[in-house]
């Protein structure tokens, strides 16, 4: 079955940095592009970013542009997420997202999801 496992969440200090990964198993990982989704207290969860498989492009919300990168190694089955200028408002959990449906982009709600990992940014 497909699989996601996240780590590398934490608590950290406004201006921290952290790089969240993202394994997958249990399917050709490097066909499918990955997203990362965040879920703050009280919002909605929200599409932060997503790298293709094909030509591996990058999107970012506006929220993040600049500060968050996301990449990805195929090879080691893994996507990441390094986050950069942390502020008190990018507390979330934080999850990667991939969908069969997504050969050629993030498009849509996907249907697998990894766990989650906790990011706190606070003084």
């Known amino acids: 079955q497909v699989q996601l496992v996240e780590s590398g969440g934490g608590s950290v200090q406004p201006g921290g940095s952290l790089r969240l990964s993202c394994v997958g198993s249990?399917?050709?990982?490097?066909?499918?592009?990955i997203a990362w989704f965040r879920q703050a207290p009280g919002k909605e969860r929200e599409e932060i970013s997503c790298?293709?498989?094909?030509?591996?492009?990058?999107y970012y919300v506006d929220a993040v542009k600049g500060r968050f990168t996301i990449s990805r190694d195929n090879e080691k089955n893994s996507a990441y997420l390094q986050m950069n200028s942390l502020q008190p408002e990018d507390t979330a959990v934080y999850y990667c997202?991939?969908?069969?449906?997504?050969?050629?982009?993030?498009?849509?709600?996907?249907?697998?999801w990894g766990q989650g990992t906790q990011v706190t940014v606070s003084s």
């Open positions: 249990g399917f050709t990982f490097g066909t499918y592009a």
């Open positions: 790298i293709t498989s094909i030509d591996g492009r990058t």
């Open positions: 997202a991939t969908d069969m449906a997504w050969l050629y982009a993030c498009a849509g709600s996907p249907d697998h």
